[in-house]
């Protein structure tokens, strides 16, 4: 995996506020029907660009990932990858779901 994905490392508090979901992966914040808990202060959080993969370190292993189709910033607990111009990130988005991966994660 390391020879086609790294590791996004930017921070930023300016951006939209980002989500992963376990069934509809990235989406807009605002679009989920929850209370917004993230914190006021939101210099430690994560860039996230289109065509970047995102997922929950914690849930991974339930399918708390995502190809993101937006530009914004997401929690710290995230990790955030950029995929190589050698793959589609929605080929890996794809297979991160899939139950063989599950079972890896």
């Known amino acids: 995996m ?6 996004r490392k930017e921070k930023s508090s300016l ?3 980002i989500s992963v979901t376990i069934g509809s992966g990235v989406v807009k914040a605002d679009s989920l029907d929850r ?3 993230s914190s006021s202060d939101k210099s ?3 860039v996230v660009k289109r065509d970047d993969i995102a ?5 991974m ?7 993101s189709p937006y530009n914004g910033i997401l929690s710290p607990a995230y990790t955030v990858l950029i995929p190589t111009k050698e793959i589609d ?3 890996i988005a794809y297979a991160f779901k899939k139950k063989w991966m599950l079972q890896q994660f």
């Open 61 to 67: 292993w339930q399918g708390a990932s995502g190809w």
């Open 89 to 91: 990130p929605k080929f």
């Open 55 to 59: 997922y929950n370190s914690m849930r």
């Open 2 to 7: 390391g020879e086609v994905l790294k590791e």
């Open 44 to 46: 430690n959080y994560k």
């Open 15 to 17: 951006g939209e506020l």
């Open 35 to 37: 209370k917004d808990n």
